[in-house]
């Protein structure tokens, strides 16, 4: 019989940018098995309520949960920073851990007293975001910058297109006028457009992506639950869902991680 230890994680997003964060799950532990949805037919939550947003959560948990998954990785900022409590009270029994914009870092870090925290509009207006910025950005300037269009532009995988530089653009420049000297990735999506976002700020900022952590976390969490698994024959497998057309799915999620993988469809409710 399958030790729990040697159950699947399963990892999720509102689509592909939660990859930023498997993609480090899979550096720190090597030997585990990974269960990733992507909830592209959905995407952006950014722009959902919040209704909408906790009852997807709640439809892809049960999900992993019914594939066997001994761990639950919510690998979206407006998730976390709208519904992780609730998530965390009707699965109370489940090892969840969760990614949030790093403001406590980028408030140590910065020189000029001013970061910028780029995410979605439902981040930015999140209760969440609203706590971490009171508990970690006394004495520095925390600027909220709102991003519609970022993370169509990733689903799409229009890296660095003119358009897509053009967008990312529009909401580097007001941080960089204000003297921001550090950028949080504030969503998951953002990190596939970073090398756009450095070309633009320059070679002194500093853009800081919370994924290793959140694996480190991982890592952590899991150890003191006796859930890590150990040991493995060879390479840990990796299973693909999504909620959006298969066929583009499957392109770009293999674009993103660079290299092929084959992606399910995700069941629809009911
Ligand atoms: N990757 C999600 C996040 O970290 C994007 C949410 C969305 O779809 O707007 O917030």
Request: with cysteine; proline share 6%; aromatic share 6%.
């Amino acid at each position: 019989m399958r030790s729990a230890a040697s159950a699947p994680i399963g990892v999720f997003d509102s689509g592909v940018g939660g990859l930023s964060v498997l993609r480090e799950i899979r550096r720190t532990l090597p030997n585990e098995t990974l269960y990733y949805v992507a909830d592209s037919g959905h995407a952006p939550y950014g722009d959902k309520d919040t209704a909408y947003i906790e009852q997807r959560s709640r439809y892809i948990i049960k999900f992993l949960l019914a594939q066997g998954v001994k761990a639950v990785v919510v690998a979206c900022n407006t998730v976390t920073g709208l519904v992780i409590q609730h998530l965390r009270t009707h699965f109370a029994q489940l090892p969840i851990v969760a990614i949030e914009p790093a403001v406590k870092p980028a408030a140590l870090h910065t020189r000029s007293g001013v970061v910028g925290v780029l995410a979605t509009r439902q981040t930015v207006a999140s209760p969440g975001l609203a706590r971490l910025v009171q508990q970690h950005g006394q004495g520095v300037r925390v600027l909220l910058q709102a991003c519609p269009g970022w993370v169509e532009c990733v689903e799409r995988h229009e890296l660095d297109s003119p358009a897509t530089v053009a967008l990312v653009q529009q909401f580097v420049q007001p941080l960089l006028a204000q003297n921001a000297d550090t950028l949080v990735l504030g969503c998951t999506h953002y990190p596939f457009l970073a090398p756009v976002i450095a070309a633009l700020a320059g070679p002194e900022m500093r853009i800081i992506d919370p994924a290793a952590a959140v694996a480190r976390q991982l890592a952590t969490r899991l150890q003191q639950q006796g859930l890590l698994h150990a040991d493995s024959a060879g390479i840990a497998p990796m299973r693909f869902w999504s909620s959006g057309a298969s066929a583009h799915a499957q392109r770009v999620i293999s674009q993103l991680l660079a290299h092929p993988v084959a992606v399910e469809q995700l069941p629809t409710a009911g």
